[in-house]
């Protein structure tokens, strides 16, 4: 479950890498609410919290079109 985070969290990284300038400031306001709680899943890990970061980067990825498993 963890490693799943892990891919789900690189491929929002890659995104973000070659996203459109438009989209900026909803990635600027969405890194500020995600770091934290990503970092702190990752020392802090539990398979509810891993459940729940999962759920929360589904809702996003449909939300920016990323394509995900």
Known sequence: MKE???KYWNLYSKYKETAEQ??????LIMD?????RYK???NNFTEERGINFLKGMKTLFE????EYD
């Open 40 to 42: 702190f899943l990752l």
């Open 22 to 27: 438009h989209e900026f400031p909803t990635l």
């Open 4 to 6: 799943k985070c892990i």
């Open 63 to 66: 939300k920016l079109g990323i």
């Open 32 to 36: 500020a609410y995600l770091i934290p």
